[in-house]
T-cell receptor, first 115, second 113 residues
Framework: NAGVTQTPKFRILKIGQSMTLQCTQDMNHNYMYWYRQDPGMGLKLIYYSVGAGITDKGEVPNGYNVSRSTTEDFPLRLELAAPSQTSVYFC??????????????FGSGTQLSVL | RKEVEQDPGPFNVPEGATVAFNCTYSNSASQSFFWYRQDCRKEPKLLMSVYSSGNEDGRFTAQLNRASQYISLLIRDSKLSDSATYLCVVNEPGSSNTGKLIFGQGTTLQVKP
């Protein structure tokens, strides 16, 4: 199993450009998440999904969109990139068990700079 | 008040030292607690879950004090390879059907020869 795969690893955008961060997992996990991590800070939840066709906002959703058409894929879309979106982005997944928070499996991250 | 609060450090310790990290969480309804390890420029990885009775995994011991809403991680006999950032993680109350977790900002450990 590859686990959680994120692409690209690095990207530089100009202000106002758009892009999609790709995330795919091969563990048949229902739950998937997008986090951002600013320097010296913890991870902030952008969006999450509890299954195909279901997405919801996290703590910092503004400027982002997601979709979940399949169990495997959970792309994150940035429209009109802004310098405030310069960050490291992590995709993660987990397998739900009733009443129990399970371990998160993370992708290797995307370093995004908006200049 | 931050939902999960940690002393950011850095903690600089010599090899072989014992070091302890503390973490407080704001919502008493949280039920699941974890320590994740994050190496520089890498993704976080689960180090250990934290159970009410306390638990140990080799040189690592985690403790939970629900009354004080306090979690700790003790590392004995520190190794150079323990150098990393340690993230305290707590579930968002009511998240049993979403799996949502709240991350502290992390405590950086640097073990020196």
């Amino acid at each position: 199993n590859a686990g959680v795969t994120q692409t690209p690893k690095f990207r530089i955008l100009k202000i106002g450009q758009s892009m999609t961060l790709q995330c795919t997992q091969d563990m048949n996990h229902n739950y998937m998440y997008w986090y951002r991590q600013d320097p010296g800070m913890g991870l902030k939840l952008i969006y999450y999904s509890v299954g195909a066709g279901i997405t919801d906002k996290g703590e910092v959703p503004n400027g982002y969109n997601v979709s979940r058409s399949t169990t495997e894929d959970f792309p994150l879309r940035l429209e009109l990139a802004a310098p405030s979106q310069t960050s490291v982005y992590f995709c993660a997944s987990s397998y739900p068990k009733t009443g129990v928070n399970e371990k998160l499996f993370f992708g290797s991250g995307t370093q995004l700079s908006v200049l | 008040r931050k939902e999960v609060e940690q002393d950011p450090g850095p903690f600089n310790v010599p090899e072989g030292a014992t070091v302890a990290f503390n973490c407080t969480y704001s919502n008493s309804a949280s039920q699941s607690f974890f320590w994740y390890r994050q190496d520089c420029r890498k993704e976080p990885k689960l180090l250990m879950s934290v159970y009410s009775s306390g638990n140990e995994d080799g040189r690592f011991t985690a403790q939970l004090n629900r009354a004080s809403q306090y979690i700790s991680l003790l590392i004995r006999d520190s190794k150079l390879s323990d150098s990393a950032t340690y993230l305290c993680v707590v579930n968002e109350p009511g998240s049993s059907n979403t799996g949502k977790l709240i991350f502290g900002q992390g405590t950086t450990l640097q073990v020196k020869p």
